[in-house]
């Protein structure tokens, strides 16, 4: 009672229910051995309630022979187990005196929880508490803590009504009024609604007992029952419930519009949609019973054969609903109708004892049952729209509940028999106990594995989700983990594999079926990918990535018109990989503003598109917009979180928007910031030849001639073939005077590329100079015959060479040969002109 409210453990995925199922079935298991080995007074239990609940036991147990999933069904028995064992054995050996101590503990627990919870509203913990929407203490949802606040304070309410001691008295007002302003806080809709079911009955309940004891009261004794200090205390807890909470961050299930304040939550109770869609899912609950009425379709297995009659109200291909949200149609559905008969019989006597005992009993015995009776109707009414019947601290309270009204309520006389069912109690907890057991280790490594997948680590996920059904096949979703990372690497067979396990435990589970289509696809059996596709849509309607996926195939087919339409039904603003593919597709029919439109439109979404930035940056660079590209790549590349083949493209197409980019500052003469470019992409991409011979040029240009030779040396070590690099090295050592370095490097390109006029050229040019004219003119020979330009450019080119050479006349001939016949008005006219003049004026050599 103390420790399971209290009872978590962070790092599992289920974090707030095993933990107490464990505590609750090793102190269950505990007490059981207890009352074998102890010679403590024992009463006779309840007969009736005790056959019914065997029976109803019985039917929960039984019902995995007819499941489609009877593991399923096998784990979540051992949810209830420790619930029914303590009603046997609390009903058995608690004695009356005993019960004022069970209600004095649940009191401070709820206090204590319902300090965090306040705390938690008002945002004052000093620390954080794993949790799903706050305010919810140490329960993870505010709806599970609602049911355990609307269960217990009529149980924290009987403390200061049974107890005559002044601090208890104190601890049970005061724990009944913090679990209401919590309750209140919590803006539990369903538990509100619970606690005011419990609280009406058991009010009509008490003045039934009154006006059959003919002890109506007057209307004095309420006027002065309205003035006393409960009343007060009541109106300060609902002025305070109207308070605005402070939290500080958003969470997946915060406040929404609809319950922001109190006055919005009740408000929201009957406007279109404040049912959340449960209307449509009891409906569709209702066919569901309809074609499974008599045994029902097994405990557990609701989620697994619902889908087909959802129509597409509540599945969705992010999320599914695992229970009706109505306790009512999830026993019927699971149980079938003999199930709900046992149900409501097992209700009827524990109802009729409360009833058939409230005239007889004494003053404290009439709130007894009163109080026990709110709890349990409280627990129903909350179950009319949630799902205590699930969790243990709520349906701990409703079989606490009941088993004080039948302790306190009973034949006085001990019994000396001991049922021979006592001694398989132990057996039939330690088996729930290992199975809960095998279930934690499992959702430990699950708990990793869907972390791992939400970061997108596909691959360490599969891992974590294979050692985790190493423990037994407790959550249908590890196999479609361990699909997807076999289809990320490619293993399309044994991702296929893994999403037909999937289907084994959840035969409509509609991303089974979706990742089927995927393997298929992968396989390039277009036809079976479709049909897959098909049945995940069949299913899911609106599922957007079996349609996204539906176009890939389509795309596939060259059925581009069909893909695009495909591609626009599936884009959501937090799915944007449908944008993308639509982008490409405009992209290819030559509509570049249309596809940079809807890049963009994708970078800009709820979760924005991180491919968009890729594709976008590939798009500039193609239209030399060598900014808008290196921008788009440092967004893509500060986003992505894989080291894959996108990610080393990415990095050299960064490196060639920087090196774009010096080519363009180069061309207008900024020289520095060309160098700085060059240097910068090369930073990025080292690898990158161009990067190098590029800063070669830029160093040269500004005479740091050492700098530029090594920046030529780089890019020869990558790309040995670069004719280019060849030339300008040589030209480099020309510079510094170095010719027969120079030499050296053009007869090592002639060796590359012997036919090379530019090499020719240049080595030609050199050995004049250096006197060598008889091989100077076979090199010069080679680069006329292989010179595929204007041929009147030769002439400039020779001239060049006599004037290095010292040839004057020749050289002049050659000027005078090119200005003849060359009729542009460019450079190297204006060149040739001015070396003329130079030569003429004697100036020149």
């Not at 007490?31 to 007969?47: C, D, E, M």
């Not at 489609?68 to 420790?82: E, Y």
């Not at 807890?237 to 939550?265: C, I, P, S, Y």
């Not at 029919?589 to 439109?601: F, H, N, P, T």
Request: include cysteine.
């Amino acid at each position: 009672m103390v420790v399971l409210p209290l009872a978590i453990a962070p790092g599992i995925d289920e974090f707030a229910l095993l933990p107490r199922l464990l505590v609750y079935l090793v102190l269950t298991l505990g007490l059981s051995i207890w009352t074998l080995v102890s010679r403590g007074t024992a009463w006779q239990h309840p007969q009736a309630a005790t056959i019914v609940l065997a029976g109803f036991w019985g039917i929960l147990g039984a019902s995995a022979l007819w499941a489609i999933n009877p593991f399923r069904s096998t784990f979540d028995l051992a949810k209830h187990i420790p619930a029914f064992v303590m009603f046997l054995l609390l009903t058995r050996y608690l004695a009356r005196e005993h019960v004022r101590v069970l209600l004095t503990c649940h009191s401070a627990t709820g206090l204590l929880v319902s300090v965090v919870g306040i705390a938690e509203y008002f945002d004052l913990l000093p620390f954080q508490l794993p949790s799903t929407g706050r305010p919810s203490a140490t329960f993870a949802f505010r709806n599970l803590a609602g049911a355990y606040l609307a269960t217990g304070i009529p149980l924290a309410a009987l403390t200061y009504w049974l107890c005559k001691d002044r601090a208890r008295k104190a601890l049970g007002l005061a724990s009944a009024s913090a679990m209401c302003l919590f309750l209140l806080y919590t803006r539990a809709r369903s538990s509100w609604f619970g606690l005011l079911s419990g609280l009406t009955v058991a009010s009509f309940l008490w003045l039934w007992t009154r006006w059959k004891s003919q002890d109506i009261p007057s209307w004095r004794a309420l006027v002065a029952g309205i003035r006393s200090p409960i009343v007060a205390l009541s109106v300060l807890v609902l002025a305070l419930g109207t308070v605005d909470d402070r939290l500080g961050e958003v969470h997946t299930q915060r406040f929404d519009e609809k319950k922001e304040d109190m006055a919005t939550t009740i408000a929201s109770m009957a406007k279109p949609g404040g049912d959340r869609g449960r209307f449509l899912m009891w409906g569709s609950t209702l066919d569901l019973i309809a074609d499974h009425p008599i045994i029902g379709v097994g405990l557990g297995n609701w989620e697994y054969v619902f889908p087909p009659y959802d129509g597409g109200h509540q599945m969705q291909a992010t999320s599914s609903p695992h229970r009706p949200h109505n306790d009512v149609l999830w026993i019927w559905s699971e149980m079938g109708t003999i199930g709900l008969i046992v149900f409501s019989a097992l209700l009827f006597v524990m109802f009729a004892h409360c009833t058939r005992s409230l005239i007889a009993a004494d003053q404290a015995g009439k709130r007894i049952l009163v109080g026990a009776v709110a709890s349990m109707v409280a627990f129903l009414g909350v179950g009319m729209f949630s799902f205590p019947f699930e969790r243990v601290p709520p349906e701990f309270h409703f079989w606490l509940a009941a088993s004080i009204a039948f302790v306190w309520v009973r034949d006085p006389e001990p019994t000396s028999s001991r049922p021979g069912w006592l001694y398989g109690l132990p057996v039939v907890l330690v088996g729930a106990l290992l199975v809960t057991i095998q279930h934690t280790r499992f959702d430990w490594l699950y708990s990793k594995a869907h972390v791992a997948y939400l970061k997108k680590d596909k691959e360490r996920a599969s891992e974590f989700a294979e050692r985790a059904l190493g423990y037994g096949p407790f959550d249908h979703q590890a196999y479609l983990i361990v699909g997807d990372g076999a289809y990320q690497q490619g293993n399309w067979q044994e991702s296929e594999k893994s999403y037909r396990k999937a289907l084994r435990y959840h035969p409509h589970f509609p991303n089974a079926f979706n990742g089927l289509g995927l393997a298929a696809l992968g396989q390039e059996d277009y036809q079976s990918a479709l049909n897959y596709f098909n049945k995940t849509l069949s299913l899911v309607p609106a599922h957007h990535i079996a349609q996204h996926n539906k176009g890939l195939v389509f795309e596939k087919q060259a059925m581009v018109d069909s893909a695009e339409v495909l591609y626009r039904q599936a884009f959501r603003d937090y799915h944007g990989a449908p944008l993308v593919n639509l982008a490409a597709i405009y992209r290819k029919k030559g509509m570049v503003d249309s596809a940079i439109a809807l890049y963009q439109r994708a970078t800009t979404l709820s979760v924005p598109s991180i491919e968009a930035y890729y594709n976008l940056g590939n798009i500039y660079l193609d239209q030399r917009d060598f900014v808008q590209a290196g921008e788009s790549y440092v967004h893509f590349l500060n986003k992505w979180t894989e080291r894959d083949s996108a990610y080393v493209a990415a990095r050299q197409g960064l490196g060639q928007s920087y090196s774009g980019f010096g080519v363009q500052m180069e061309q207008r003469g900024q020289v520095d910031s060309a160098r700085a470019a060059y240097e910068r992409a090369l930073e990025i991409d080292p690898e990158a030849q161009l990067n190098w011979f590029n800063l070669g040029n830029v160093l040269r240009k500004q005479n740091d001639m050492d700098q530029a030779i090594l920046a030529y040396q780089e890019a020869l070590a990558l790309d040995p073939n670069h004719i280019d690099s060849y030339n300008n090295l040589g030209m480099t050592y020309r510079d510094l005077k170095r010719d027969q370095e120079a030499i050296a490097v053009y007869e090592q390109a002639r060796q590359i590329a012997p036919k090379d006029a530019i090499v020719n050229y240049n080595l030609g040019q050199v050995l004049m100079v250096m006197g060598q004219k008889e091989r100077a003119e076979e090199m010069l020979r080679t680069f006329k015959q292989n010179w595929d330009q204007d041929p009147i450019l030769i002439h400039y080119y020779m001239g060049n060479v006599y004037a290095q050479s010292g040839d004057t006349t020749s050289a002049r001939r050659e000027y005078r040969a090119f200005l003849a016949q060359w009729k542009k008005d460019d450079g190297i006219r204006r060149s040739a002109q001015g070396i003329l003049k130079a030569l003429d004026s004697g100036d020149g050599s």
